[in-house]
Every structure is written in C-alpha cells, then in structure tokens.
T-cell receptor, first 113, second 112 residues
Framework: AQSVTQLDSHVSVSEGTPVLLRCNYS??????LFWYVQHPNKGLQLLLK??????LVKGINGFEAEFKKSETSFHLTKPSAHMSDAAEYFC???????????FGTGTSLTVIP | DTGVSQDPRHKITKRGQNVTFRCDPI?????LYWYRQTLGQGPEFLTY????????KSRLLSDRFSAERPKGSFSTLEIQRTEQGDSAMYLC??????????FGDGTRLSIL
C-alpha cells in the first residue's frame, strides 16, 4: 500500500531563511512523487514532480526536492523564504496503477517578516 | 489553458437535501478526478474518469454519491440525502494521461 507522511504539521521560518518541509513515503514499487501548494480557499498548484529521472527535481518559485530511495524521503527545500510562500504544502505519491494519488496531511508554512 | 473550473464555489444546504456540483476540466484533458478535503487534512481520492468512463471509485464514495462525465468533458458530482459529515471542500482535477493533475478552486459544502 502507498502512503505519505509529512513529518511536520507546522513550520515557521523568517523571511530570507531556508525552508525545509519533510516528506517520507511508503510504496511497494517505484512511485511518482509530487509537491503541491495550496493557498487559502484555493485549489492546489503543482510545485514539482519526480518521475524516476533525476533525483534532484527543480520546481517553480525556487523550490526543489530530492528523491532519496534509501531513506524513502522526498523533502522540499527553498534557499530563501518569501512572504508569498506562506501556504499549505502537500506531498503526494502515486498509486501503483498511476491513476490514484495519495496526499499527506499537509504542512502549514508560516513566513515571519 | 483556462484552468479547471468548479461551480458553485460555495454551497450551503440543509441536512437531507441533494446537492450537485459541476467541474469543467481543461479542454483536451482526458482524465478527471474528484477529491474531498476536510479541514486540516489532505485531499482524499473519491473517483476518477478517463474520458467518459468512470474507472476507479474509492470506498469513501458511498451509495449516496454519484459522479458522471457523460460526454467526456464536464463532470458532475451529486450527493443525495446529505449528512453533517459531508461538509467538506470538494476538489476537481484534470490531466492528460501520465501528466500531473491541475486542480480547480473547489466547492465548499456546508451542511446545516
């Protein structure tokens, strides 16, 4: 069975400092992994995806994530937080058919001015 | 690319009433998904269409829920005899095969 664990429900950083949002996954095969961002009362926007190519994936808005199979992790990072980054972030793993997607419970990012 | 559109954005109804939501996917996207998201949780998969065929349904989708995509374009999600526990955000997403999903802004359902 596939599952995703987001290790922090809330992360708070100062503007201009690095961001680290942690995600571990469980899968019996080689999954596709995604990070989405959700601003209040909005749908989800894709930040980046991993689909078995390069293990370091670059996304939009300066975010990137590294797939580490040995650690079953797919942590999201950004070198310097911006106020506009404050939102809810979801780590997502695909099901074995590629048709279902399993979301983590989300990490709320607060950026302090 | 006009994005995924959902209507209405908000729906307030009394318990026991039926409600129907509509989703217009990005044109030429053959796949369409419905999710439910409750407060403080990630979206939970409900069902998925490839063109007009409903290929997968979650166990979350009780017999009070029905979804259709009659012409392989827009989709509707109907909830019959609504219950308090149905209060949630209902999200629609669409994609091309093998590509990431694009989400709409959702329909927030409140049951009085």
């Amino acid at each position: 069975a596939q599952s995703v664990t987001q290790l922090d429900s809330h992360v708070s950083v100062s503007e201009g400092t690095p961001v680290l949002l942690r995600c571990n996954y469980s899968s019996s095969y080689s999954p596709s992994l995604f990070w989405y961002v959700q601003h209040p009362n909005k749908g989800l926007q894709l930040l980046l995806k991993y689909t078995s190519a390069a293990t370091l994936v670059k996304g939009i808005n300066g975010f990137e994530a590294e797939f580490k199979k040995s650690e079953t992790s797919f942590h999201l990072t950004k070198p310097s937080a911006h106020m506009s980054d404050a939102a809810e972030y979801f780590c997502v793993v695909s099901g074995n058919t590629g048709n279902q997607f399993y979301f983590g419970t989300g990490t709320s990012l607060t950026v302090i001015p | 690319d006009t994005g995924v559109s959902q209507d209405p954005r908000h729906k307030i109804t009394k318990r026991g009433q039926n409600v129907t939501f509509r989703c217009d996917p990005i044109s030429e996207h053959n796949r369409l998904y419905w999710y439910r998201q409750t407060l403080g949780q990630g979206p939970e998969f409900l069902t998925y269409f490839q063109n007009e065929a409903q290929l997968e349904k979650s166990r979350l989708l009780s017999d009070r829920f029905s979804a259709e995509r009659p012409k392989g374009s827009f989709s509707t999600l109907e909830i019959q005899r609504t219950e308090q526990g149905d209060s949630a955000m209902y999200l629609c997403a669409s994609s091309r095969t093998g590509q990431p999903q694009h989400f709409g802004d959702g329909t927030r359902l409140s049951i009085l």
